[in-house]
């Protein structure tokens, strides 16, 4: 997204990261070659994927971006901001697709090895407004699934971001507005 962008360039001049720490930016699906190859199957509008064998693909793109990005990353003492994490599928597996929400919970423990984020930004942006962003043809299997499907999803970043958390930023302000309130949930979060 936009705002991951503009993060991208404003972390490093920040003040915030330790000397020598390298900023990695990445996102799910797609952020390794496996999440490149899923992401196509798991956006597409001309496939049916049964929502289990959905969430199974986004656990197992998450597994793999684990492993071989972030962790690594990390243990390097680097930063890594992700457009998406568990959290998403919790949100539309979990409440938007009806899928069980503890074999979720199981399948994010065994995909990120425990690894959960220092700060998780929910941009919140109400259904209706997303809908009118993009027109029908423009939209993927996610967003073209209905209103109902989105707001489903919206109640599930809700309680996620209640019961972890989360910091909620209005996301249908200005774009200086957003990301001027990311900057400051992230500076308060890690300035010293």
């Known amino acids: 997204s936009s705002q991951v962008e503009r993060l991208r360039q404003w972390l490093p001049r920040s003040g915030l990261m330790p000397a020598g ?9 797609g952020g390794t070659p496996l999440g490149e190859q899923l992401y196509p199957i798991l956006f597409s509008r001309r496939l049916t994927v049964h929502s289990r064998a959905e969430l199974l693909l986004f656990a197992a793109d998450r597994a793999q971006h684990v492993e071989a990005v972030i962790r690594p990353a990390l243990n390097a003492g680097h930063w890594v901001v992700s457009d998406r994490f568990s959290g998403s599928t919790v949100a539309y597996q979990g409440y938007g ?3 069980d ?29 997303a809908h009118a962003r993009k027109s029908p043809q423009d939209r993927d299997r996610f967003e073209g699934a209905g209103l109902d499907f989105a707001q489903r999803v919206a109640h599930g970043f809700r309680q996620l ?12 302000e200005a774009c200086a507005t957003v ?6 949930a992230t500076r308060s979060t890690f300035a010293a």
């Open 179 to 184: 990301e001027a309130a990311i900057q400051a």
């Open 21 to 29: 720490a390298k900023l990695l930016v990445t996102r799910e699906p």
């Open 97 to 99: 697709r009806g899928c």
């Open 161 to 172: 971001a209640r019961e972890r958390g989360w910091r909620r930023i209005p996301a249908g």
């Open 101 to 129: 929400l503890e074999l979720i919970h199981t399948l994010e423990q065994m995909a990120t090895g425990g690894l959960t984020p220092d700060l998780t930004l929910w941009l919140d942006l109400p259904p209706q407004q």
